[in-house]
């Protein structure tokens, strides 16, 4: 039983060596692809077709139904870039306090205000728009 152990290891081995190497080769290949234009369009542009792709149901095939999708993915995005523009906009006022400057503080409290509203219309917007429908 020790031998039966010890091979089934070793053809372990062997394959995980084989893996390493073909995947090394691989990447190899595929970074001297990348230094070519045929490489980099043969490579990108069927990603980004892939990434392109929409799935609608029926019920979703309206102008509406597509619209609702894209602020479903777009809106909390939007409300956490103006979330990180206000912090931004905080840190700069802080600092412009403590350094007793005052176009510091104007810049950080006008960024603190952009972010603000930044988050708030990707908060109200996606519930707003409508085609009339």
């Known amino acids: 039983m020790n031998k039966f152990t010890k091979a089934l290891d070793t053809a372990q081995e062997k394959i995980e060596r084989a893996e390493a190497k073909a995947l090394l080769a691989a990447a190899n290949a595929t970074g001297r692809l990348m230094n070519t234009k045929v ?7 069927p990603s980004a077709i892939t990434a392109c792709t929409i799935t609608a149901s029926a019920e ?37 306090f403590k350094d007793d400057n005052a176009d510091g503080k104007t810049r ?26």
């Open 39 to 45: 490489g980099k369009a043969m490579l990108v542009v």
């Open 60 to 96: 979703d095939a309206t102008a509406q139904g597509m619209i609702d999708g894209i602020m479903g993915i777009l809106g909390p995005g939007v409300i956490g870039l103006g979330t990180l523009v206000a912090i931004v906009g905080g840190i700069q006022t802080g600092v412009g």
């Open 108 to 133: 950080g409290f006008q960024t603190l205000i952009g972010g603000a509203i930044i988050a708030a219309v990707g908060a109200l917007v996606p519930s707003t728009i409508s085609l009339g429908g």
